[in-house]
């Protein structure tokens, strides 16, 4: 298990070095310290919503309704924050595991491949976002104090990078020290043989999902809190960004291989390139088509085609 | 004396670790039906695969209409007149039976872009007349089908295709064509086959003899890889057959039988009745601790669906399961385990182990809970576990992270066995436990049976061939068409001898 | 010997068996009885709903002008998932076909007028980017939503970088008139995509490429042992289905006489719910051409009910989604999927 992520990761540790080197040729600006902080920032919330994704891939599947997730965490962030104040934290993040919970009953009860059950709940979870408000909602005044906590800084470091940290974390020990993380990786390597052995396949799926949502949610947090509003299409992005974070750090999407590590290296990555990207001057779209191009590549090199006899 | 139209001359044919055909010599002439017999692991279906073009020989000739060879693969089979029947049937089953039995060729019944379809149901149905068949239309989907049809249709796409190539003569080889068949089925196919022979020739693989005898006009019996008889119709009875087949005994020290534990301790497993419909009934089984009980049967015997139920991945139909007296349910294999039966698959790779995972985690998969520091897994108690199976269980690996991929055969075999020995599972179901395994590594796996019946484990055994399953059993439960047919001791020191048994077998 | 899915223990077998089993009773089949009944029942809800407004003469155009490019688009990607694939690029190409279009045909930002032909040339680059989408499948070997996802994106981006994110306007007045205009009553888009669908539905059943895509959605393994050149043939059907995404391009921008780079934005999910509401199975080798008319049709008249029924557009999405699940529900055969992911 281990053997297998370290090879990828250090592909991935070596791409983000050339970046690095790269951007910084291109621009003298990109290491600037305020330049560093902005990046640290949307790595933040890339971490998040990976790391999310990241446990779905590695059981096999793919969570395509992230961006969702993340659009209706935002709202409701803003709905809720002027009568819950700090109480909004959880109560979003609650709001993040259900609707995770919600993919991983469609999934796994009803048997149905998880880009098709996701696109479904992406539309259904959407659709709940621009019901409870179609235009952007701002922070009420009153509650400046309760968002500036993630906005905030304790001495030199900002509280975006602890969160992330927190949360890395928190999916590193789920992944590593806990049974159902475990369970997990089992899955993604040999689901028949998980069943056969006993494993309760539905509980993990139902599990990644739930993380996924629960990702997702902190990343809405966050990015919410940043602009100071939240609005259905804040997520939009997310979905290619997530996945790519994953990919580009070494998870293969057959699944039982690499891990949070990874999604860590790759949210670095992910940064990097895009705040390089556009320091350098490259179009927003332009951007989108690097991106394209580069999860096709992170997917043909990690993917274990040994895993399915027949590529559909 | 006609002329052979297919030989092979010194075929052998190895893989890692086992010889699986040594210098076979074979021969089919026009016009005949050549019956083909041999045990579970004798080497027909390797033999047939070369024919068939799908395995390359590593020595020996391959001569077709007197001249040899080289197949590249199945295609260039077909092409030459050489072509196999499998029992499941091959086709594409949303397609019509004229669209599957002109797949890829229906270039003959092009009109510029577009198929005519009235002249490929004319040509369907003249082929399938010729294999009695006349009355089925052709634009049926083939997915509703019973197997009977499904095989004729195959017959009579290998039939067209030799003919589209200009084959004369063409080899068709069916492989336990009458397993799928019921009583009036066979004698139609018999009849169909007996017509088909005066422009074909066929190879006829099957384990009940009696068919074999009464349709073939010659019958070739293979043993562990060798031709060791050739006979004419008539000279040929099944009892000596039958002989022919099972051949010499090995040492009893083979299977360490000194070992031998015998049956002692309380009745760990009771199954009472068991039924799944469609595939065995009426299982009934006592299993003490420290007893072996070998499974005997062949494919549609059941035997292997039993163990499907006690393992918990199917539900039988009725009947009840004991565990040390207390009925129990299985509705998932959770619930098998949760009882203490541990399966060892006849799958390693996809469904004994996860091949990409290192040897620690999957030793461990079972009792990760026991592994336990407050509410997180501990890397230490892990690895302490998983050191502790692999010197138990003499499991040859680099690492405890060494990735089962790379380990060989027997050692993946040892992991599966030292996952359930972790999980402390007291009965063992045991499928093809040395399949695919050097004869070293066999031997260790034996006297692994042993250790664990002389600690008090049951077993329950189904083996590649009849000698193993005698061999290792302390009594053997044959079964046939889903019914347990007799119950034969196999006590240290008086063991049967596969020719004993054979005659309940088949 | 390997167990269904179905037969595992606990609630969820139950509701996957139950779902499996009516899966094969009538709502999956050649014939179209399933859809019939399904169009049937919606058209009577949405008459209920409506007070027998949606079933007026001028609202039954209104249904089939709206159903006119959907269809096209539903077109294009059942045939994909026939063949047992999945394109999930449908946005993003149709995007950039239809800037390419835009800067082809007349327009204030380059001097091309090229009329009529912008539609071959603009069905050239649909159908390269389905070539892509093929060769990436077949040859690199990558699961074809992955691969049709990222191909989307990049075509997504390309678009937005051709137009510099401008929307372009259409200065030639034809294509405008044609895409607004009936034939007796019965909107021009509609006939454009039922030829399509009779064209397709030819190819589908009296050629040899047709048996063929059946052959490698029904089973294949099998196909590639007959000697199909099962890579060939997906390559063909990805980029047959990027030429039609071409065509659904140009309907789209000729609407409003404009085209922007975001033209294909939101048009995948509905398309793919009528592929499921139609009965064309996520597995392969079960649908067909008519299965897509139905498909959208059932779609088209649930939206333009709800519509009509002054439910929330925001509504309207959730509907489909989960009418997406439900159908893909019903009609996968998850023996053949085997382990879902």
């Known amino acids: 298990m281990k053997r297998a992520a370290i090879k990828p990761i250090y592909i991935s540790m070596g791409m983000f070095a050339v970046l690095v080197g790269a951007f910084t040729a291109g621009d003298g600006n990109f290491l600037s310290a305020y330049n560093a902080q902005t990046i640290l920032n949307a790595v933040a919330i890339l971490l998040a919503v990976g790391l999310g994704q990241t446990c779905v891939i590695m059981t096999g599947g793919i969570d395509l309704s992230v961006g969702s997730i993340m659009s209706l965490v935002s709202v409701v962030f803003m709905l809720v924050i002027g009568r819950l104040g700090a109480w909004a934290f959880p109560f979003v993040l609650v709001v993040g595991l259900a609707s995770g919970a919600l993919n991983g009953v469609i999934v796994s009860r009803l048997r149905i491949p998880s880009f098709i059950g996701t696109l479904g709940t992406q539309g259904i979870l959407l659709s709940l976002a621009y019901l409870l408000s179609a235009s952007p909602l701002s922070v009420p005044e009153n509650s400046y104090g309760v968002v500036d906590i993630v906005n905030g800084q304790v001495g030199p470091i900002k509280s975006v990078w602890m969160i992330g940290l927190a949360t890395f974390m928190v999916f590193f020990v789920l992944q590593r020290f806990t049974r159902i993380g475990r369970g997990i990786i089992y899955i993604g390597a040999n689901e028949r043989m998980s069943y056969l052995s006993g494993l309760d396949i539905d509980k993990a799926r139902l599990v990644s999902f739930a993380m996924s949502g629960l990702g997702a949610a902190i990343a809405g947090i966050v990015l919410s809190s940043t602009l100071y509003s939240g609005y259905p299409s804040i997520g939009g992005v997310y979905v290619l960004n997530s996945i790519a974070v994953v990919v580009v750090g070494g998870t293969a999407m057959t699944g039982g291989a690499g891990g949070m590590l990874n999604t860590l290296v790759g949210a670095l990555i992910m940064g990097i390139l895009n705040n390089g990207m556009t320091v350098v001057g490259i179009d927003v779209y332009a951007q989108q088509v690097f991106l394209g191009i580069l999860v096709i590549v992170a997917v043909a090199v990690t993917f274990d085609r040994t895993k399915l006899a027949i590529i559909k | ?506 | ?341």
Not at chain 2, 98 to 125: C, H, Q, S, T, W
Not at chain 2, 169 to 195: H, K
Not at chain 2, 213 to 221: A, F, H, K, N, T
């Open chain 2, 1 to 506: 004396m006609s002329e052979a139209i297919l030989e092979l001359r010194g075929i052998s044919k190895s893989f890692p670790g086992v010889a699986a055909l040594k210098s076979v010599d074979l021969r089919v002439d026009r016009n005949e039906i050549l019956g083909l017999v041999g045990e579970n692991g004798a080497g027909k279906s390797t033999l047939m695969k070369v024919v068939i073009g799908f395995y390359r020989a590593d020595e020996g000739k391959y001569l077709l209409r007197g001249e040899e060879v080289a197949l590249g693969g199945p295609d260039d089979a077909i092409r030459a007149g050489v072509g196999m029947v499998f029992q499941e049937g091959c086709m594409v089953p949303n397609l019509s039976v004229m669209d599957n039995l002109f797949l890829a060729n229906e270039r003959g019944f092009a009109r510029g872009p577009l198929i005519d379809r009235k002249r490929m149901a004319e040509a369907a149905r003249a082929q399938l007349e010729e294999v009695g068949l006349g009355s089925l239309d052709p634009r049926t989907s083939v997915g509703g089908l019973p197997a009977s049809r499904k095989q004729m249709i195959e017959i009579a796409r290998l039939l067209w295709l030799s003919k589209l190539y200009g084959s004369e003569n063409p080899v068709l080889i069916l492989d336990e064509p009458t397993t799928v068949l019921q009583e009036s089925e066979t004698e139609m196919l018999f009849r169909i086959l007996g017509e088909l022979k005066k422009r074909a020739s066929i190879i006829f693989i099957s384990h009940r003899l009696e068919e074999v005898v009464s349709l073939s006009d010659r019958i070739v019996v293979l043993k562990d890889g060798v031709v060791v008889s050739d006979l004419e119709r008539g000279k040929a009875d099944v009892p000596s057959i039958e002989r022919l087949m099972v051949g010499h005994e090995l040492a009893a020290e083979h299977y360490r039988e000194t070992m031998q534990a015998g049956p002692r301790g309380v009745v760990a497993l009771s199954v009472r009745d068991l039924s799944l419909s469609g595939k065995f009934e009426g299982f009934s089984l006592d299993l003490r601790e420290g007893e072996i009980v070998g499974l005997v049967g062949l494919l549609g015997s059941g035997k292997e669906d039993v163990c499907r139920c006690l393992g918990g991945s199917e539900a039988p139909s009725s009947g009840s399961i004991s565990i040390r007296g207390r009925v129990s349910r299985f509705s998932s294999p959770k619930d098998a385990i949760a009882a203490g039966i541990g399966v060892i698959p006849i799958d390693r790779r996809n469904e004994g182990l996860a091949t990409s995972l290192d040897v620690a985690s999957n030793i461990n998969l079972l009792v990760l809970s026991r592994m336990r520091r407050g509410p997180f897994l501990s890397p230490a108690l892990e690895r302490k576990s998983a050191l502790k199976w692999i010197s138990e269980c003499m499991i040859k690996t680099p690492s405890p992270q060494t990735a089962c991929a790379t380990l060989s055969g027997g050692n993946q075999q040892k992991v599966v066995i030292a996952k359930w020995l972790a999980a402390e599972a007291g009965i063992l179901v045991l499928d093809h436990p040395t399949r695919g395994i050097d004869v070293g590594a066999k031997d260790e796996i034996y006297r692994r049976i042993r250790e664990l019946s002389a600690a008090g484990l049951s077993i329950i055994v189904m083996c590649d061939t009849l000698e193993e399953d005698i061999g290792l059993s302390d009594r053997i439960l044959v079964m046939k068409d889903g019914r347990t047919v007799r119950e034969i001791p196999c006590p240290r020191g008086g063991k049967p001898t596969p020719l004993d048994v054979i005659g309940y077998v088949v």
């Open chain 3, 1 to 341: 010997m390997s167990d269904t899915i179905g037969s595992r223990g606990g609630m969820g077998a139950g509701i996957g068996t139950a779902l499996a089993r009516a899966r094969v009773s009538s709502f999956i089949s050649r014939g179209m009885n399933g859809q019939l009944v399904a169009l049937a029942i919606v058209l009577a809800i949405c008459a209920i709903g409506t007070g027998g407004m949606s079933l007026s003469p001028k609202n039954l155009q209104t249904i089939l002008s709206l159903a006119g490019i959907p269809l096209v688009i539903c077109l294009g990607i059942h045939q994909v998932v026939l063949v047992g694939a999945m394109d999930l690029s449908t946005e993003g190409v149709i995007s950039l076909c239809a800037v390419v279009a835009g800067f082809l045909i007349k327009n204030p930002l380059t001097k091309y007028d090229l009329g009529f032909w912008a539609v071959p040339l603009a069905a050239a680059i649909g159908g390269l980017a389905g070539l892509v989408n093929g060769l990436v499948n077949t040859k690199i070997r990558m699961p074809s939503f992955i691969a049709t996802l990222g191909l989307g994106w990049v075509a997504q981006g390309l678009a937005v970088v051709a137009s510099r994110g401008n929307s372009i306007k259409m200065l030639d007045p034809s294509f405008q008139l044609f895409t607004n205009g009936n034939l007796l009553e019965v909107p021009n888009t509609i006939i454009v995509a039922l030829v399509l669908g009779a064209i397709l539905f030819a190819i589908q059943r009296r050629t040899r490429l047709g048996t063929y895509m059946y052959a490698i959605g029904g089973d294949e393994a099998l196909a590639r042992q007959a000697g199909i050149k099962v890579d060939r043939v997906k390559i063909a059907v990805f980029a047959i289905t990027g030429c039609v995404y071409a065509l659904a391009a140009i309907l789209l921008i000729s609407r409003l006489a404009s085209s922007n780079p975001r033209a294909g934005k939101d048009l995948m999910f509905p398309a793919m719910t009528a592929v499921a509401v139609g009965g064309v199975s996520l597995s392969g080798g079960i649908g067909g051409a008519l299965n897509a008319v139905f498909g959208t049709l059932i779609v088209t008249v649930l939206n333009n009910g709800m519509v009509l029924m002054k439910i929330s557009p925001y509504v309207q999405n959730a509907v489909n989604g989960i009418v997406l699940i439900v159908a893909v529900a019903l009609t996968i055969d998850r023996k053949k999927i085997g382990i879902i992911k």
